[in-house]
């Protein structure tokens, strides 16, 4: 029989081993989840900070695949009956060559109040021909109002919409930017012309098409030619757009007020939110030590208990 109990105390032992390994590894999760309430707040004074709304990607121009030439049974039939398309140097000379410049510019100004302030830029926009694209306000914590607003502009008039606007407030910060995109522009120019000039090839080779098979072939062609056209006339006119109207992106904010405190209410919070955090620890720590000491209960139960029993049955017999 002590064989027996030796083998019984030696598995108590390693389960109770292994119970306290498994306590020790969670130790690091009894003070309760982690508090992210503070990520929702507003942004303080120091933390504002203004970004410009997000633009369009405005990514390098793809390579566009060299437009195909019509079907060469049908190119070579009706060559001597169609014009030239050729692509002389001359037909990029008459190219527009003037700059073109994206102008944006990101403005943080202090106001002492924030609803004339907006009025203001609100005016100044309106004489200067231009429209807010987007705007949002809100109320922090202490009372004081904030908010941000994006406005287009004639580009001519950038420079001097950006002094008037500064003349509302006391300006924090300030960023101008311009990204050249004449290289872009005069490429797909070049493309446009050459696949609306593909085009009319095309449609004076269906015009003396003999065949249904035939016109088929062609009709694929001046499809796929109009699409690319349709393609690179977007593009175009998205460049156009941007750089005819600069984006001006305002943030308007009311200071906050300066107060002191001997931080006795957060002194008293932080110490309320220990008291919960060391309670949920003993409770989930309970949890844990249920099980280990049952398990002692028992192995005590069975020593004490059972094994003077089976003794003095076997020292009687």
Not at 282 to 294: D, F, N, Q
Request: charged share 30%.
């Amino acid at each position: 029989m002590e064989k027996y109990t030796k083998i019984a105390v030696v598995v108590v032992l390693c389960v109770l081993a292994a119970s306290a390994g498994f306590l020790v590894s969670t130790l690091p999760y009894l003070a309760g989840p982690t508090d992210h309430s503070q990520r929702n707040r507003y942004p303080t004074e120091e933390e504002d900070r203004f970004a410009l709304p997000p633009e369009p990607p405005m990514s390098m121009p793809m390579p566009t695949p060299v437009p195909r030439a019509a079907p060469e049974s049908l190119m070579s039939k009706y060559a001597e009956k169609t014009m030239s398309v050729g692509t002389p140097e001359s037909q990029y000379a008459d190219t527009d060559t003037e700059r073109k410049i994206i102008q944006r510019a990101s403005l943080r100004i202090e106001v002492k109040d924030f609803q004339s302030s907006s009025d203001a830029v609100i005016d100044i926009v309106e004489r200067s021909n231009g429209f807010i694209s987007d705007s949002h306000s809100y109320v922090t914590d202490t009372g004081r109002k904030r908010g941000s607003t994006t406005i287009r502009i004639p580009a001519d008039r950038f420079i001097a919409v950006i002094n008037e606007i500064e003349c509302v407030g006391d300006v924090k910060s300030k960023d101008t930017s311009g990204e050249d995109v004449t290289e872009e522009y005069i490429d797909l120019t070049a493309r446009l012309n050459n696949s609306e000039r593909q085009e009319q090839r095309l449609l004076e080779i269906l015009d003396m098409a003999n065949n249904t098979k035939e016109v088929l072939e062609v009709e694929r062609e001046i499809w796929r030619v109009r699409t690319e056209i349709e393609r690179l006339t977007g593009r175009i006119k998205y460049l156009e757009n941007r750089v005819e109207l600069a984006t001006i992106s305002v943030s308007l904010y009311e200071p906050e007020p300066i107060t002191h405190s001997w931080g006795i209410r957060d002194a008293i919070r932080s110490a309320f939110e220990c008291f919960v955090s060391v309670i949920r620890g003993l409770i989930i720590l309970v949890g844990y030590a249920l099980p280990i000491l049952i398990l002692v209960g028992l192995g005590w139960l069975v020593k004490t208990k059972l094994m003077p029993r089976l003794r003095r049955k076997r020292d009687g017999k």
